[in-house]
């Protein structure tokens, strides 16, 4: 009677959840420090002092002006901060009226996919991958394909991705830098891509849309480059979210760019109006849209990110785990040390340690665990002789 | 290529919205003060003074876990909080549990329909209604039936409402305190509304979900009684939102509430919960979450909106003009004094007086405008005299 479909998704708990349910009960009974939960994407560090001085300041504004509805697609003030941001950092030309403002990254993929999707049409997305995209993507009436992983280099197997492509291919979704590999895209790559997608639009007569899901885009280390997709490729929905940036995951607040050089672009840009309204989002919440604007140039704070980033990925390695080399985001990919490769079974094992690691199988890479170091240091600290224990007990095994 | 209905949402504004842009520009021609803008239902009275408290109150938390995730389903404190004070105003006995936050009404109904609906299924309504329904009820695969106006009344018209019952029938919508005819439904008309729907459950050997759509709850006037529908009828969601309560419409925060009366409720809150991850929401907006729970039992500052509505509908009805008598919401609705009756009609006649009112015929009940009053007082007092030059020019025609 009811939709089963939405009953399934609500009653099934991901992975992730699980374990980090399952380790705040656990917590409670040998304490919180002897557990080390390394499940959530749940960034570790507050939000930038900027962002609370510019919701201070705003709060001085007249209520009934500083909370009222934005338009649809967003307060024009702040779509036009934020466009000049984006032009001042990425040597682009947007203005405001390229932009939609959202509730978040998943609002931005949501209403980007169902402004586009026709029934029939086949998105293809590349392993390992957020497995949200295969709901999302389920809900607008289209099918997801995965590109198995390139497990050598974590950039694209394009000799596996073109065999995916064909005249259903309405969209190409990508996520630079990525979770769960943490690996970014190189230049190559996106060039190499675009160049693929140009050859198949005009093979197929069709645009081939690029959705660029990049909520880790301001975090990378070392000074790595993380090419600005619209440059590369014009028919590119950039999808972005503040939650891991400026550490406002709860807060819900996001946008999509329609570039002009999109084909059809002020059509797609009503259809992306529309899909907002069918979807019940009305506006984003004004309040944030006011802040991030002001907060545009502000920079992620990363340093705490790449220390534990570093302690992690050097101690792991040190005790003989293989870790795929983190370029952004907050996660490590470790391949599973056990004998049979599988990645549940090395999940279970950690868990018995009280170390909670996120098996990759639902990412579409078997063999990996994922481990979200956006965590106190204490934790990975604490961490790393249990994570000996258990090579130790490995090597004892085998 | 696109999808051809999202297009078609983004691409037609609505006429309300048209109006409103209409009047904007009017106003940079002839002045601020010589536009009477009666088009949008944006409440004129600021939040009250708690919520900017309850903000800067919660500022001062340490960022990273005020900004944080919520579960999907709000934050438990809040939800325990708002069930207190729903079960201290309405003696209902909700718990937390009941409770999933939303971004918004919109949001709430989106939600719920997703919730319960099958290809096949059919929705009813009564007119006059808010427009978006039809919307949101297409975009989850199913139909909306509109019952006819009762324009002696503006409650129920049974006769007509069951001719739409059949087994295909899996929710009802009402919208009480009701916009856009400010009427509110007598407790008679509720326990009617119950009567019919157990006894077509019965029949039909299948659940009919009430979503009761009540934005408008808190604004009523005279101490008027507006019956809390759970306690009437078991199979009700209540969509709630705090736009128009605290003046929040900006922000996007409501909550939908599954009672445990409610047949298979932990199934549909599932459901519900599998909706919103299909949708895109993840988590409504936690500052304003956490914020709504501390204002819980403020009472909505409606003074200001009580005495626009005595000055307009003692003004209106002195005038001539024939109007709903107002009970709730801020809106008046007013019968087009045309000689054809047309509603159209009547509104392109004012806005030649730079007086902008919506026509109902979007709201399925033609023949009538609609005034929202929720304007500074002056719009009203110097509305007036342009009102009642435009029932003399009627006059001087017939």
Same mark, same amino acid.
């Given at each position: 009677?009811?939709? %089963?479909?939405?009953?399934g998704?609500?009653?099934?708990?991901?992975?992730i959840?699980?374990?980090?349910?399952?380790?705040?009960?656990r917590?409670?009974?040998?304490?919180?420090?002897?557990v080390?939960?390394?499940?959530?994407?749940?960034?570790?560090?507050?939000?930038?002092?900027?962002?609370?001085?510019?919701? +201070?300041?705003?709060?001085e504004?007249?209520? %009934?002006?500083?909370?009222?509805?934005?338009?649809?697609s967003?307060? /024009?003030?702040?779509?036009?901060?934020?466009a000049?941001?984006?032009?001042?950092?990425?040597?682009?030309?947007?203005?405001?009226?390229?932009?939609y403002m959202?509730? @978040?990254?998943?609002?931005?993929l949501?209403?980007?996919?169902?402004?586009?999707?026709?029934?029939?049409?086949?998105?293809?997305?590349?392993?390992?991958?957020?497995p949200?995209?295969?709901?999302?993507v389920?809900n607008?009436?289209?099918?997801?394909?995965i590109?198995?992983?390139?497990?050598?280099?974590?950039?694209?197997?394009?000799?596996?991705f073109?065999?995916?492509l064909?005249?259903?291919?309405?969209?190409i979704?990508?996520?630079?830098?990525?979770?769960?590999?943490?690996?970014?895209?190189?230049?190559?790559?996106?060039i190499?891509?675009?160049?693929?997608?140009?050859k198949k639009?005009?093979?197929?007569?069709?645009?081939?849309?690029?959705?660029?899901?990049e909520?880790?885009?301001?975090?990378?280390?070392?000074?790595?480059?993380?090419?600005?997709?619209?440059?590369?490729?014009?028919d590119?929905?950039?999808?972005?979210s503040?939650?891991?940036?400026?550490?406002? /995951?709860?807060?819900?607040?996001?946008?999509?760019?329609?570039?002009?050089?999109?084909?059809?672009?002020?059509?797609?840009?009503?259809?992306?109006?529309?899909?907002g309204?069918a979807? @019940?989002f009305? $506006?984003?919440?004004? +309040?944030?849209?006011?802040?991030?604007?002001? $907060?545009?140039?502000v920079?992620?704070?990363?340093?705490?990110?790449?220390?534990?980033?570093? +302690?992690?990925?050097?101690?792991?390695?040190?005790?003989?785990?293989?870790?795929v080399?983190?370029?952004?985001?907050?996660?490590l990919?470790?391949?599973s040390?056990?004998?049979?490769?599988?990645?549940?079974e090395?999940?279970?094992?950690?868990?018995?340690?009280?170390? +909670?690691?996120?098996?990759?199988d639902?990412?579409? $890479?078997?063999g990996?665990?994922?481990?979200?170091?956006?965590?106190?240091?204490?934790?990975?600290?604490?961490?790393? /002789?249990?994570?000996?224990?258990?090579? %130790?007990?490995?090597?004892?095994?085998?």
């Amino acid at each position: 009677m009811i939709n %089963e479909t939405m009953y399934g998704l609500g009653s099934k708990s991901s992975v992730i959840r699980e374990l980090f349910a399952y380790g705040l009960e656990r917590k409670k009974v040998v304490g919180e420090d002897k557990v080390y939960d390394f499940s959530l994407g749940n960034p570790s560090i507050p939000a930038p002092h900027e962002v609370k001085d510019a919701l +201070l300041k705003l709060l001085e504004e007249p209520a %009934e002006v500083l909370h009222s509805y934005s338009p649809a697609s967003g307060d /024009p003030k702040a779509k036009q901060m934020l466009a000049e941001s984006v032009n001042r950092r990425f040597e682009t030309h947007f203005s405001g009226d390229n932009f939609y403002m959202t509730v @978040g990254a998943a609002a931005s993929l949501n209403i980007s996919i169902h402004a586009i999707t026709n029934p029939g049409d086949e998105f293809i997305t590349f392993a390992p991958f957020f497995p949200e995209y295969t709901v999302w993507v389920e809900n607008a009436g289209a099918k997801l394909l995965i590109t198995p992983a390139d497990t050598e280099s974590f950039q694209i197997d394009f000799e596996a991705f073109e065999k995916l492509l064909s005249p259903k291919t309405k969209g190409i979704i990508i996520n630079s830098p990525n979770n769960p590999s943490g690996v970014v895209y190189s230049e190559d790559t996106i060039i190499k891509l675009s160049k693929v997608l140009c050859k198949k639009e005009k093979e197929y007569g069709h645009t081939i849309y690029l959705i660029a899901d990049e909520p880790y885009r301001e975090i990378v280390y070392d000074g790595l480059n993380v090419p600005y997709i619209p440059k590369y490729y014009n028919d590119t929905f950039v999808c972005y979210s503040y939650s891991k940036s400026l550490s406002l /995951p709860g807060e819900r607040i996001g946008y999509i760019i329609v570039p002009d050089e999109m084909a059809d672009s002020k059509r797609v840009m009503a259809a992306v109006n529309g899909a907002g309204r069918a979807l @019940g989002f009305v $506006c984003a919440p004004v +309040l944030f849209q006011k802040a991030v604007a002001m $907060c545009a140039d502000v920079p992620s704070d990363i340093e705490a990110y790449a220390r534990n980033k570093d +302690l992690l990925y050097n101690g792991l390695t040190r005790l003989g785990y293989d870790c795929v080399r983190p370029q952004g985001a907050f996660y490590l990919f470790v391949k599973s040390p056990e004998k049979s490769g599988d990645a549940g079974e090395f999940s279970e094992r950690a868990k018995k340690h009280d170390v +909670l690691v996120v098996p990759s199988d639902s990412f579409g $890479c078997p063999g990996y665990v994922r481990i979200s170091y956006c965590v106190a240091e204490k934790t990975i600290l604490d961490s790393l /002789p249990v994570f000996k224990a258990i090579m %130790e007990e490995l090597k004892a095994e085998n």
